[in-house]
């Protein structure tokens, strides 16, 4: 018996299954977020410095930005409150956990508390000296602490409006501008010992012009790494008594001391003093000595009068220090000085506050055209030094010295109160440390507890329990161990490529959320540490967060907009879901309503299903090759599936008509097959076929090339493609072949394992030793193994 096919039926094209592509399983956080509505924008007038949520119902959101904090309704997405009640600008606002009280920072110091029913100013909390940054209210509701640029961390009381508590722990100097690795570098461009401009040259000239005698006593007030103070004692004998207020900076100095020769050795000394708060003898020096340190200090006049006190009669002053002119001020300069923290003075306004201390005899010189030609004298000496400097710290540091100065950035921008206890605070600064401080503490300068981050710190958190701290500064975030009190993080995360500036909570505080100038905000599992989501923001961000209840989440952003993202509710869903249904198009719509329950014996037809037939198909059939493989080069078609084209290529292959369908083409038909191998070359699962079809093609057209400009560039872009997956391949295989290497090394790094020979040999060997009978390995101790070699013998 015979099965007879029907032979009219043309067998379609089969199409190539490409490898699905990688893909993460679907977690369940992925599907909760992405239950979120379209977006709602808000467009604010300048960047969102900070946003925060309220704890209690209806969780409004306070939103930080320019001089004004605007709270806004989450239900209605408008406008709820507006506070304005800021001559400057505002910082950090942030509710109470009772939904009564909001708190704002100020850029002029004052911290400012608001009652959110009525709007009305309730305290204003007095004594930050710069902007405030970052508020927060203590578990106790009943206290206020603020983190401020001035470096300094102060609670204070509501009932009283008084300030409690300030904490001061955070230095710029020594862990910031002044590490011992950033003096080395300036010692660099101005010399051995020396730190300020100008170096060993300043130095003699103003020494000259003091006109120096043996045992003159001088107080070299901030000596950095002691230049001046060692030139003095050697050149004129001098006794010079130096402080600085950096830790680093003396260290370095007595360093040096201790290599000088004894009559310089006797004569210096160096201490850490702070010039506004130490003691000073009274009668005491002969010429008290500064070089560029006081723009720092505010009160000028109060420290030299202490000055006019320690000098005996007659004794001299000399300051050399950073002014400001006379003329109008741009605005740029105003925020670098504000920035810096400088107290700048006119030269003529710095002369009548000395003469105001007591001196006379002032003489005020403005040496700005002085200075000047000697920093581009330094500049030009230095720049020669690029590769040596480059050999001994790197290119980065070069380049940091050539612009300048860094930047003073010693700012507390980060900070959150403890949820259990309202003794506990936590404060981040850009001096990359991150301090808990307890108000328990009988000291008010030492903090309990300080963790290196390793970067500005932009965001802290606690963790529910208090056992766990997480810090977000550069692109890591780092969690801490405050129970085991431990200097290294407990586990490190680097989720973004930029910038992270913010942290929060959601899913009942088991989800770890940060925000970054990257535009994403991602959601991070606490515990595994793993990230399970991730949302797309337009710009980059500044400031987020996460309601409570995880209704909504809001993220404001660098070009001040502000989005709010709702969960759909699950009603509105369902009815979305419904309406989807009634619409659907129904092929048998005549048959809706109707249901055939075939009887017992019936004999049920199924209908023919007829097949589709593809385009490429059809030409196929017809012997149409050239047609065939135009319509898989469609556009379309080549960016949604390409696999289509690869397997008509393929099929053409198996006919043996490739020359056939890529023969004969003008430039409008030969354009889209080049782009289409242009396109796909270095996909790994076509390039085979498609190098194959390229060097086809440069067979047929190579006569051609010259004659049409579009042509010629996609030729050209061709070869680019192929050029440079050359040399990926190249450089793949290099790191192949280093990874062998390495794998190979640390297999060799093993314990050998003994021959049989060598096990036998070393255990009669301890043997003997056991017995007393300390023998050698000699020919004959060894002639009991004859199959022994001497380059087999182990000896332990």
Not at 98 to 121: H, I, S
Not at 222 to 235: D, L, N, P, T, V
Not at 256 to 271: D, T
Request: hydrophobic letters at 35%; aromatic letters at 10%.
């Amino acid at each position: 018996m015979f099965e007879a096919k029907a032979l009219n039926k043309f067998k379609p094209t089969p199409i190539v299954k490409l490898p699905p592509k990688s893909s993460q399983e679907t977690s369940q956080d992925s599907v909760y977020w992405k239950g979120l509505q379209f977006p709602i924008s808000v467009q604010e007038s300048g960047p969102v410095k900070c946003l925060d949520i309220c704890p209690t119902s209806p969780h409004y959101i306070a939103v930080t930005g320019s001089a004004r904090v605007q709270v806004y309704n989450p239900e209605s997405n408008s406008v709820y409150k507006t506070f304005t009640k800021f001559k400057e600008g505002s910082f950090g606002a942030r509710f109470r956990s009772d939904g009564q009280l909001l708190a704002a920072g100020t850029e002029d110091g004052p911290v400012k508390m608001f009652d959110l029913a009525t709007k009305t100013q309730l305290r204003a909390f007095k004594g930050h000296g710069q902007s405030v940054q970052r508020v927060d209210f203590l578990s106790d509701l009943k206290h206020v602490v603020s983190f401020s640029d001035d470096q300094t961390v102060r609670i204070w009381d509501i009932a009283t409006e008084e300030e409690v508590t300030k904490f001061e722990g955070h230095k710029f100097l020594d862990n910031q501008q002044y590490t011992k690795n950033g003096i080395l570098r300036y010692e660099r461009i101005f010399g051995e010992t020396y730190i300020r401009t100008g170096g060993k040259q300043t130095t003699e000239k103003f020494c000259r012009e003091l006109k120096l005698t043996p045992d003159m006593r001088i107080l070299d007030v901030g000596c950095g790494i002691g230049g001046s103070a060692f030139h003095m004692a050697r050149e004129y004998g001098a006794l010079v008594n130096g402080f600085d207020l950096s830790q680093n900076m003396i260290d370095i100095a007595q360093d040096y001391r201790k290599r000088m020769e004894p009559g310089v050795k006797h004569r210096v000394q160096f201490h850490v003093e702070d010039a506004t708060t130490m003691e000073y003898p009274e009668s005491f020096y002969d010429v008290i000595y500064s070089r560029d340190t006081i723009l720092h200090i505010e009160d000028k006049s109060a420290l030299f009068k202490k000055f006019y006190r320690s000098l005996k009669p007659g004794g001299v002053l000399f300051i050399t220090d950073y002014c400001r002119g006379d003329q109008e001020h741009s605005q740029r300069f105003k925020e670098y000085v504000k920035q810096r923290g400088y107290n700048l003075l006119t030269v003529r306004e710095y002369g009548q506050v000395i003469e105001g201390a007591g001196f006379g005899k002032v003489n005020a010189v403005d040496n700005t055209p002085y200075f000047c030609e000697i920093l581009r004298r330094e500049l030009s000496e230095f720049e020669p030094k690029k590769t040596e400097m480059i050999r001994d710290y790197t290119e980065h540091d070069y380049d940091d010295i050539c612009r300048g100065w860094k930047e003073k950035l010693d700012y507390v921008r980060a900070g959150c109160a403890s949820s259990i206890s309202p003794d506990i605070v936590i404060s981040g600064s850009y001096d990359h440390t991150v301090k808990l401080w307890d108000k328990r503490r009988s000291s008010d300068q030492f903090c309990s507890m300080t963790f290196d981050h390793g970067s500005p710190v932009e965001s802290v958190l606690l963790m529910p329990n208090d056992a766990l701290l997480i810090s977000a500064g550069g692109h890591e975030i780092k969690i801490w161990d405050i129970l085991a009190g431990s200097k290294r993080p407990l586990k490190v995360l680097t989720p973004h490529n930029k910038t992270i500036t913010c942290l929060g909570f959601s899913n009942s505080k088991t989800r770890l959320v940060s925000g970054s100038l990257d535009a994403q905000v991602r959601f991070h599992d606490l515990t595994d540490f793993k990230m399970v989501h991730a949302l797309k923001f337009p710009s980059p961000i500044l400031t987020m967060g996460v309601a409570p209840d995880d209704s909504f989440v809001a993220a404001g952003m660098t070009d001040g907009l502000v989005q709010f993202l709702h969960r759909k509710v699950e009603s509105e869903a369902n009815e979305l879901e419904q309406r989807k249904l009634l619409t659907k198009k129904s092929a048998q719509y005549y048959l809706r309503f109707t249901e055939f329950t075939p009887k017992p014996g019936d004999i049920v037809v199924e209908p023919s299903q007829r097949e589709h037939e593809c385009k490429h198909d059809y030409f196929l059939r017809k012997f149409e090759h050239a047609k065939a493989l135009d319509c898989v080069l469609k556009p379309f078609v080549l960016t949604k599936k390409p696999q289509y084209a690869y397997s008509v290529l393929e099929e053409l292959k198996r006919r043996q008509r490739l020359k056939a369908a890529l023969g004969g083409r003008n430039e409008k038909s030969l354009t889209p097959v080049l782009r289409y191998l242009t396109r796909y070359i270095n996909d790994y699962r076509f390039s085979a076929l498609l190098c194959e079809v390229s060097s086809l093609l440069l067979d047929l057209y190579m006569d051609e090339l010259g004659k049409s400009p579009n042509i010629d560039r996609l030729f050209v872009e061709l070869r680019k493609r192929v050029d440079r997956e050359v040399i990926n391949i190249q450089q793949l295989l290099g790191l192949h072949g280093a990874l062998d290497m390495v794998m190979k090394a640390s297999l060799a790094s093993e314990k050998p394992v003994l021959r049989m020979e060598e096990s036998a040999f070393r255990h009669a060997h301890l043997t003997q030793s056991k017995e007393g009978q300390q023998q050698s390995a000699t020919p004959q101790t060894l002639s009991n193994y004859p199959n022994l070699t001497w380059n087999k013998v182990l000896l332990q």
